[in-house]
């Protein structure tokens, strides 16, 4: 069953921040987060493990919560480069990726 | 380190042809995996590999689809016969661990179908 994200679209100016969420009824080894620019394949972002961790790449951090088996990103001060789709992957017995979150970023 | 390397790019093909995709993992990688991605679907995981022997095949969606791994640097993914609902872009990933290590695609493969 795939990880539910929320919101679907994201439109945001430069500087401003987003939370992208992503949520799971299946019990969870860990999380993945990836971007995805318009034609281009899926780019890794961080893996988050359980123990409740929050990692940090950049002006973009994640945390994960596994007892509510549910992930955030965060995105703070966004650049034009940080449009594209985000997927939260989540591992049970394989790795399954939500429908994304298509994050645009205007000037 | 070249990378996950997928061929072809591109792949236009009429109804009831078969259709045979290629992947090359980077070396070192345990585990391949084959997505499906559609803007209605998103990303699907249609199978994956750990040393060569398929590990979860229930994504495939049905008969007409079958991937093999004959050793640890080559996959296909073979469609026959093709149909018009099978257009998607198909990704081969590949990674040393399914739990702690991110996965790397290749460029893809955009199927046509007509």
């Known amino acids: 069953q795939q990880p539910v994200q929320s919101p679907q679209a994201v439109i945001l100016r430069e500087g401003e921040d987003a939370v992208i969420n992503c949520s799971s009824s299946?019990?969870?080894?860990?999380v993945h987060w990836y971007r995805q620019k318009h034609g281009e394949a899926p780019v890794f972002l961080m893996i988050l493990l359980k123990g409740g961790e929050q990692k940090g790449h950049d002006k973009i951090s994640a945390s994960f919560n596994e007892k509510k088996q549910q992930s955030s990103l965060y995105l703070t001060a966004s650049q034009l480069s940080y449009s594209g789709t985000y997927f939260c992957?989540?591992?049970?017995?394989?790795?399954?990726f939500g429908k994304g979150t298509t994050l645009s970023v205007s000037s | 380190d070249a990378g996950v390397i997928q061929s072809p790019r591109h792949e236009v093909t009429e109804m009831g042809q078969e259709v045979t995709l290629r992947c090359k993992p980077i070396s070192g990688h345990d585990y391949l995996f084959w997505y499906r991605q559609t803007m209605m679907r998103g990303l699907e995981l249609l199978i994956y590999?750990?040393?060569?022997?398929?590990?979860?095949d229930s994504g495939m969606p049905e008969d007409r689809f079958s991937a093999k791994m004959p050793n640890a640097s080559f996959s296909t993914l073979k469609i026959q016969p093709s149909e018009p609902r099978d257009s998607a872009v198909y990704f081969c990933?590949?990674?040393?661990?399914?739990?702690?290590?991110?996965?790397?695609f290749g460029n893809g493969t955009r199927l046509t179908v007509t």
């Open positions: 990933a590949s990674s040393r661990d399914i739990y702690n290590s991110p996965l790397h």
């Open positions: 992957g989540y591992v049970g017995a394989a790795l399954i």
């Open positions: 590999f750990n040393n060569n022997v398929p590990i979860d």
């Open positions: 299946k019990a969870l080894y860990s």
